[in-house]
Structures are given as structure tokens and as C-alpha cells.
């Protein structure tokens, strides 16, 4: 088993883009082996908030404290060699690169490679199936799933997933659910799952946020008999 999972705290988090402020003093925590859904409407900063927990860009006010370490001014690659892994709302693959070499590029040591990629292709067989195929040549979502995969490589204690189960059918947004609950019992992972789908999110998640022109709004366990109602109200005005 990995080593468990890690704690996130963010504080009075603002940022944005320029002299525009797109969150502000956004405060969540996410425990080691929970998943924390954060959901809202397109345009609310949800993904602004993930980019600056990465360090791809700068918090104006607030901090970011992962295992008890501030990380707020560290650039991306430092915050990443924490075990974090950061899976974009964006298909952020390599195109030309074979799904092999896809997977490749996921680790952080070479001599769990040969473990990690068998235990990936047991999770996701048609990606063991298509190792030399062309990683763009993929269907959309296959993709998105190429993009986990290549995220579970580095053997993460924090996940930051950006919007996976957008645009993907009802089955393969299953499969991603039994993947990541199955992954958190099994190592312990944290994740902050951002997300617009409130089933996938109820399903998978311990708690849930609800980001509204970039503050929280609402939050709650997801275990509430009410939750995906309130949910939904706050997300139709």
C-alpha cells in the first residue's frame, strides 16, 4: 500500500487571472482517504481554484497547506513531487505518444513501473490492449480514462480531478466512480473531485461544496437524504 493519503487545506484562498479576481477566500479542507466533491456552474472557479492549489497560478490572499506544509508560493513541480497529482479539465494526453508511453511519462520511479502499468491494465484492460496504439487516436473518453490511469501511475496521496466525467456516457462515468472509490480503499488516496455531474459526485463523494461566483455556497455530506436537491437548486439559477 502506498503511503496514506495526504491532508489538504485551503485557508481564505483568493486568485485569479490579470486584475480579475475569480475566487475568493475560498476555505475546504479534504482529509487523508476522503473525496471531497466541489460542484458548480461553468464560470464559478472551480478549476481557477484547482490551478492555484497546483501553483499555476498565484493566490492574492489565503494559503494552501498540504501534510501540515504551507505550499502557497511553491511552483507546480515542487507541489507535484508531493504526490500530487493534478488531472486537468482539458485533454492534456500526448497525442502522438503511444498509451504506453502516456502511461510512461505518469511515474515518479522507474522501478515501480512494471507493477504500477500491470495493476493499471488490470483496472482498465483496454488500455493494456492498446499500449502501442496511438494515445490520440482514442475515443474522448477513453482519453479521459488514459488521463487517470496516467495519474494512478505516480501512485498519488492527493488527487486534484478536474470535470472527468464531463461530456462521457453513463457506463464509462461508472467505471471512473468504481475506480476512484476503489482506489481510495486501497491506498488511502485523498481527492478533491470538481465536477457539474451531482450523481457522479454524490456517488463517490464523503462531502460536497458548492462554489457560486467564487466562494462557497454550500457544502454538506453527501450522505444528507436531501443533498442532491439542495445541490441541484443552488446549480439551476
Not at 475566487?23 to 458548480?40: D, H, K, M, N, P
Request: net charge negative.
Amino acid at each position: 500500500m502506498n503511503d496514506p493519503g495526504a491532508t489538504l487545506a485551503i485557508s481564505g484562498l483568493t486568485s485569479g487571472y490579470g486584475e480579475a479576481i475569480v475566487i475568493r477566500g475560498i476555505s475546504l479542507t479534504v482529509g487523508a482517504g476522503e473525496i471531497v466533491a466541489l460542484l458548480g456552474k461553468n464560470g464559478m472557479g472551480k478549476s481557477t481554484l484547482l490551478r492555484t492549489v497546483m501553483g499555476f497560478l498565484p493566490a492574492r490572499e489565503g494559503n494552501v497547506v498540504i501534510d501540515g506544509i504551507d505550499v502557497t508560493r511553491d511552483a507546480p513541480h515542487r507541489i507535484a513531487r508531493r504526490s500530487i497529482a493534478y488531472t486537468p479539465q482539458e485533454q492534456a494526453i500526448f497525442q502522438d505518444l503511444t498509451v504506453g508511453d502516456n502511461l510512461r511519462l505518469g511515474q515518479v520511479e522507474s522501478r515501480w513501473f512494471a507493477e504500477e502499468l500491470a495493476r493499471i491494465c488490470d483496472v482498465f484492460p483496454f488500455l493494456g490492449e492498446r499500449l502501442e496504439q496511438r494515445a490520440g487516436t482514442l475515443s474522448g473518453g477513453e482519453q479521459k480514462m488514459l488521463l487517470i490511469a496516467r495519474a494512478l501511475m505516480a501512485r498519488p496521496r492527493l488527487m486534484l480531478v478536474d470535470e472527468i466525467s464531463e461530456g462521457l456516457q453513463p457506463s464509462i462515468i461508472e467505471r471512473l466512480a468504481r475506480v476512484l472509490v476503489a482506489e481510495r480503499e486501497r491506498t488511502g488516496v485523498a481527492v478533491l473531485l470538481v465536477e457539474q455531474n451531482v450523481r457522479f459526485a454524490l456517488e463517490v463523494a464523503d462531502r460536497w461544496s458548492v462554489l457560486k461566483l467564487g466562494e462557497i455556497d454550500d457544502e454538506g455530506g453527501s450522505d444528507m437524504p436531501n443533498a442532491a436537491s439542495r445541490i441541484a437548486d443552488h446549480l439551476s439559477v
